[in-house]
């Protein structure tokens, strides 16, 4: 045990820091546009399974898988939460602290697959210090939690291949479960697993033992999958198969801003994940990435067994074939994406991978050029991320409105050019800034849209009984616009904007006071 520690004295390190950074962080963000629905649907499938409420049967959200949100449900009502600052706060503390778990098992999967301190500490920090992933692990308890569940379900994945023993087969399968009833679109990894299954089953030795891996895999994937999600308890092929399709062509029909035009979300270019993926990323992650690929294939191409039979270079195949993959299926289905490329995040860890892939493949050069490449990429890659930790801590509480390099940061333009802080968690800071301004008894206030509402949820119950919601701005005492779906300037003389909070040269929340009084 204690040669263990001291083996990952660094990893630890760096979680119990990023630890406490998220116990002192977690009470700064807002609460995200989703998270009410995501409440709601938790508390309808508690109410169904725990007091029969057939209320449930016909929500219109039931197809939602609830294997994160049950349990926050639960969490809940075990602590006795009623003040909603309560509940969401512990929602975002819980959330991260998942994720915080899950990053500490991506370090683990890749000393696993290394057994390199050095590629475990540096892929470990890639996700870490990645400004999107790290302020939505806060407050996006749909997508986050799924990646997540991805990275566990990739740490068992290399294991139970590994030793082929039954017991780590029963509990991937079991993740396995978990991811689908997390999100229907770990169906994918079922997918190539049983694939990878059957490859072992033609071509491998120990067919028999392969063929009870099989078996103990799927039921216990199967199982744990209807069992934690109810949606599926009266007709689980049939709901799963309506989830999927639902899932693959989402209800939603609004406008997204990209590039300066509004476009409908049915309508996206087939360009809109690749272009926000390598808008959003530190490009020195890009670069490495982009390495980790052209060694995959040319490797693949030179010895293809190696990397389909049972090997450690089989688990880069999961990596190249979860990072295109969905893509792809985007693409092909045509997809209904929106907010950035937010339901596609569990392709991060796989391509961090696939960096991490390439990265050892340039130490291990033969010619001498590992020995000069490795101090080389490891100032890099320490002052990319170093950087990058800079303007997270800059931006606080707003890292996820981050672009690279690629784009320029002149006055406004992120603004005017892209959705910026599309999730509504500065009307949070906003808010407070009028409460503590303000000491009307009553403070009228109309905002541009549903998170301004929702955000007074997370505020002092002394200060959210003072503010009273307006629909129309002729009644209220101020304005909060977070510019979503209205990118231009407001025609409100500038002496009346208060407050304005802005991220990389650009305006993602502001307040203007009204000339009617409180």
Not at 71 to 87: A, F, N, S, Y
Not at 165 to 174: D, M
Not at 242 to 248: I, Q, Y
């Amino acid at each position: 045990m204690l040669k263990d520690f001291k083996r990952h004295s660094i990893g630890i390190g760096i979680f119990l820091v990023s630890f406490i950074t998220g116990l002192y962080a977690f009470e700064d963000f807002g609460i995200a546009w989703d998270e009410p629905a995501q409440q709601m649907t938790g508390q309808i499938t508690y109410d169904y399974v725990f007091k029969g409420d057939q209320s449930y049967k016909t929500y219109i959200n039931r197809d939602y898988g609830v294997a994160f949100q049950l349990p926050l449900i639960m969490l809940e009502k075990v602590l006795g939460l009623q003040d909603p600052r309560d509940i969401y706060n512990m929602r975002k503390l819980v959330t991260h602290l998942f994720f915080l778990f899950s990053a500490f098992v991506f370090y683990l999967l890749i000393y696993y697959l290394y057994k390199r301190r050095t590629l475990a500490i540096a892929g470990y920090l890639l996700l870490l210090i990645t400004p999107r992933i790290f302020a939505q692990s806060f407050f996006n308890s749909k997508d986050i939690p799924f990646l997540n569940m991805f990275i566990i379900c990739f740490f068992l994945s290399a294991i139970a291949f590994r030793t082929e023993k039954i017991r780590y087969f029963l509990i991937f399968g079991a993740c396995t479960g978990l991811l689908m009833s997390i999100r229907v679109m770990g169906v994918l990894l079922l997918v190539l697993v049983m694939l990878m299954l059957l490859v072992d089953i033609i071509w491998g030795k120990a067919k028999k033992k392969t063929n009870i891996n099989f078996l103990v895999y799927l039921f216990s994937c199967l199982a744990v999958l209807i069992i934690t999600w109810p949606y599926l308890w009266e007709n689980p092929f049939g709901n799963f198969m309506t989830a999927f399709s639902n899932m693959s062509k989402f209800r939603w029909d609004g406008t997204i801003l990209m590039f300066g035009d509004l476009v409908r979300a049915t309508k996206i270019s087939w360009t809109y994940v690749p272009e926000w993926f390598g808008l959003t990323i530190p490009i020195p992650y890009l670069i490495l990435g982009l390495i980790g690929i052209i060694f995959f294939v040319f490797n693949f191409f030179r010895q293809p067994a190696r990397f389909l039979m049972n090997t450690t270079e089989r688990n880069h195949c999961l990596s190249i074939a979860f990072f295109f993959g969905p893509v792809l299926s985007v693409i092909i289905l045509h997809s209904v994406l929106y907010d950035g490329w937010r339901q596609l995040y569990f392709i991060y860890p796989p391509f961090i991978l696939l960096a991490v892939y390439g990265l050892s493949c340039l130490l291990k050069s033969k010619t001498g050029m590992g020995n000069l490449l490795s101090p080389a990429v490891g100032l890099v890659l320490f002052f990319s991320v170093l950087s990058t930790a800079t303007l997270m801590i800059r931006n606080h509480p707003f890292e996820d409105v981050y672009f690279n390099a690629l784009l320029p940061t002149n006055e406004q333009y992120l603004r005017k050019s892209f959705e910026l802080d599309y999730w509504g968690t500065s009307y949070k800071q906003a808010l407070e800034y009028i409460v503590s301004h303000d000491t009307s008894e009553k403070i009228t206030i109309n905002v541009a849209n549903w998170p301004g509402n929702v955000n007074r949820m997370i505020l002092k119950e002394k200060d959210r009984n003072r503010i009273r919601f307006v629909d129309e701005v002729q009644e209220a005492s101020y304005f909060i616009s977070n510019y979503r779906f209205h990118p231009e300037h407001y025609s409100y003389p500038p002496e009346q904007k208060i407050f304005t909070i802005k991220v990389m040269n650009s305006d993602i929340c502001s307040v203007w006071k009204l000339n009617k009084p409180s």
